[in-house]
């Protein structure tokens, strides 16, 4: 509102400036045409300069992500899918999400422009060690990290990694339907959810499970042939780790699941998540 009087005060200010602008030979027809044109002129430059600015601020104020897609390993099918899905539900948001599979984001001066980073279905060393230390500056200086299925699958050498993860991928039967259990209602990630979710997708096992992380999902492995981690096999969590919120999801290998409203809704609950408290 402040702006808005701001450059309505500047409009009347240029029309009394224009007192010294008017030719003096000019007749009155031609006078009054000069404050027309003139005074049309400086509403548009006006409402321009107000338009311009509004946008700058309304850009310093939206939130971003680096949603990132390298692999060195196994090659998603579904990662084309997950990038339109994720740019679709961050603009319903007002996130801002840039796509990358370039490493090179991951640089304190690059990191500094975003609020969080969305690991898609990434495989692999992605990582060389100068990247390695942006991201974990970016995590201890309040950064959110987003990791959906393959994430897990990522940076074996690198232990600090999979502690923030939570846990690394170890193996997977084929693609099947299980039973999903949830086990807390209180995350945007599953707040809307049945107590029981039966969906189709690729269900990992996992290694070097973190004793830290807030398991919101877990598999009964009774419903489906090739479970590995027992009575309570998580399959989405989260935590705080070291400054940075953390979000973790083992769903997201098919195509399918990125067109699926339920999914759609786990994956804007934890993005959601992870930005928290950055406004």
């Known amino acids: 509102m402040g702006e808005a009087f701001f450059y309505f005060a500047h409009i009347a200010y240029l029309f009394n400036r224009l007192k010294l602008l008017i030719p003096i030979n000019l007749n009155p027809n031609m006078m009054k045409q000069f404050f027309i044109v003139t005074g049309i002129t400086a509403l548009i430059l006006s409402v321009w300069t107000f338009s311009s600015a509004t946008a700058q601020n309304d850009s310093q104020s939206q939130q971003a992500v680096l949603l990132f897609t390298k692999t060195e390993g ?8 997950g990038i339109k899905a994720i ?21 304190p001066d690059s990191l ?15 990582l060389n060690d100068p990247q390695q230390r942006a991201l974990k500056q970016f995590i201890r200086s309040g950064g959110g990290f987003m990791g959906i299925h393959a994430a897990a699958d990522t940076e074996y050498e690198w232990p600090w990694y999979g502690k923030m993860v939570g846990a690394y991928f170890e193996s997977h039967p084929r693609v099947q339907e299980a039973a999903i259990l949830v086990k807390d209602y209180s995350h945007p990630a599953t707040s809307f959810l049945e107590s029981q979710w039966i969906r189709t997708d690729e269900w990992y096992n996992y290694k070097q499970i973190s ?16 479970g590995a981690n027992g009575r309570h096999h998580p399959i989405a969590w989260y935590h705080n780790f070291e400054g940075g919120r953390i979000f ?15 999914f759609l809704k786990h994956l804007t609950g934890g993005l959601l998540f992870i930005l928290e408290d950055k406004e």
């Open 112 to 126: 500094s422009g975003f609020d969080g980073v969305v690991f898609l279905n990434t495989t692999g060393d992605v």
């Open 87 to 107: 740019q679709i539900l961050a603009d319903q948001n007002n996130i801002r999400a840039k796509h990358t599979e370039d490493a090179e984001y991951f640089h």
């Open 74 to 81: 196994f090659r998603h099918q579904s990662i084309p899918a």
């Open 211 to 226: 004793d830290h992380i807030q398991v919101l999902m877990e598999l009964d492995e009774s419903s489906y042939e090739g």
């Open 248 to 262: 973790y999801t083992g769903l997201g290998h098919t195509v399918e699941g990125y067109s699926e409203p339920d």
